[in-house]
């Protein structure tokens, strides 16, 4: 049970911008997410600067709560201008919810 390997998935938020939601239609704070997962050991858990094993990223909005996994933020953040803020808060465990929506981009 100590060496079995563990997943662990991880979520930070990186940045936000106001803009209406493709979902609600409402104009709210559309965050930004990355969404990355790790491994480890009973004697060694995962921690979220361990080596990555997939990676996405994701769009969700403060509204609705409506959430899609986007390409790299520096693939289209540029086109959004000063409005987008590029955020650094501390990675949490990721929520389960939009863990759902993050699997298959990471497999």
């Known amino acids: 049970m100590l060496m079995s390997e ?9 940045g936000a911008w106001v803009a209406q939601c493709q979902g609600c239609r409402r104009e709210a ?5 990355r969404v990355w997962r790790t491994k480890g050991t009973g004697m060694s858990p995962p921690t979220p600067y361990g080596v990555v094993y997939g990676e996405c990223h ?5 509204g609705c709560g409506a959430g899609t996994n986007v390409g ?36």
């Open 29 to 33: 704070w559309q965050l930004t997410f």
């Open 72 to 107: 790299h933020p520096a693939q289209w953040a540029p086109a959004i201008g000063p409005a987008y803020t590029n955020e650094s808060y501390p990675p949490v465990y990721g929520t389960p919810q939009y863990v759902t929506i993050a699997f298959p981009a990471m497999r």
């Open 6 to 14: 563990e997943l662990r998935i991880w979520e930070q938020r990186i």
């Open 58 to 62: 994701q769009v969700r909005c403060s």
